[in-house]
């Protein structure tokens, strides 16, 4: 059974602009369709079996809070906490670290020790199958966090394989947002997100378990998707997307968050897993 983490949405908000999808959206959340859109989400992985565990206090001046996805990278019982690049979100940091902590794990602050930019999750992604984790860079995660991952990865799971990946297209900033490994050990990404040398490691490396996602899917953030064996719950997906998952046994659950999207994230960026094992 998957355990996820998430954090109700008591403040959520867009209160500035650190990505091109607030842009202009300042205030234009509405708090109660938000919620409600959280509560659907909450509620189909409930019925998926998920054990999820939820942060219930969300101060009214970390907004983004709510996207759990970003709190750390969760491994083995580790967790390496981020280091935000935005002074808006940084402050995050000390509240996933003080309540992963009394959930037991082992917190590393390497990233805030040191002044190093590092989102969790939103930029390390596992395929399982392969034991390959995936590090975006570019845009919220630097370059130089790949050696000390690395170095965690050593200690805390010595078997899994980590490659870097290079972001280049500024809607998509962080890695869950063009990139997604499903239970199967297909993935899902948007290869318009990432470089020639990036795309040419994933088909060295994932072969012909790659599936290309169109424009329109991608910015309906098809990829910020949760999977749950042989279900994905996302946003929102094409006819054509559909028909592609269905044809490798995944069902496609849709919950509407496009109030999240007007900050930026989906159903991906409000989870974070707790429960990997490698």
């Given amino acids: 059974m998957k355990t996820i983490l998430m954090c109700e949405p008591k403040a959520f908000a867009v209160n500035y602009e650190i990505n091109p999808w607030m842009n202009f959206n300042i205030g234009k959340v ?12 909450y509620k189909i992985l409930q019925n998926l079996n998920v ?18 996805a970003n709190a750390a990278l969760v491994i083995n019982g580790n967790a390496l906490i981020s280091h935000f690049a935005y002074k808006e979100r940084q402050s995050e940091s000390i509240l996933y670290n003080d309540f992963l902590r009394t959930l037991q794990f082992k917190t590393d602050t390497y990233f805030i020790d040191n002044d190093i930019y590092f989102e969790g999750a939103g930029d390390a992604l ?43 297209n500024p809607d998509f900033y962080h890695l869950d947002t063009c990139f997604c490994p499903l239970d199967n050990g ?8 990432f470089s020639k040398k990036t795309l ?3 088909n060295k490396k994932f072969e012909n378990k790659l599936i290309p ?6 910015m309906l953030f098809g990829c910020n998707a949760v999977s749950v064996d042989n279900n994905l719950v996302l946003n929102k997906a094409s006819k054509e997307l559909k028909t592609k998952l269905q044809n490798i046994g995944v069902k496609v659950l849709e919950s ?19 429960s990997l094992l490698v």
């Fill in 213 to 218: 996602l169109s424009k329109e899917d991608a």
């Fill in 51 to 68: 054990n999820l565990v939820v942060m219930r206090n969300q101060p009214k001046d970390l907004p983004d809070l709510v996207f759990t």
């Fill in 126 to 168: 596992l395929e399982k199958h392969k034991n390959i984790l995936v590090l975006g860079y570019g845009f919220r995660t630097e370059k130089k966090a790949y050696n000390y991952v690395k170095n965690f990865l050593e200690k805390v799971s010595p078997k899994t394989e980590l490659i870097h990946a290079e972001l280049i």
């Fill in 186 to 193: 297909y993935i899902i990404y948007y290869p318009e997100a």
């Fill in 30 to 41: 509405n708090y109660f369709v938000a919620y409600k859109q959280w509560e659907n989400l």
């Fill in 200 to 202: 040419n490691e994933f």
């Fill in 256 to 274: 509407s968050l496009d109030q999240y999207i007007l900050s930026g994230g989906s159903a991906k960026c409000l989870t974070l897993e707790l």
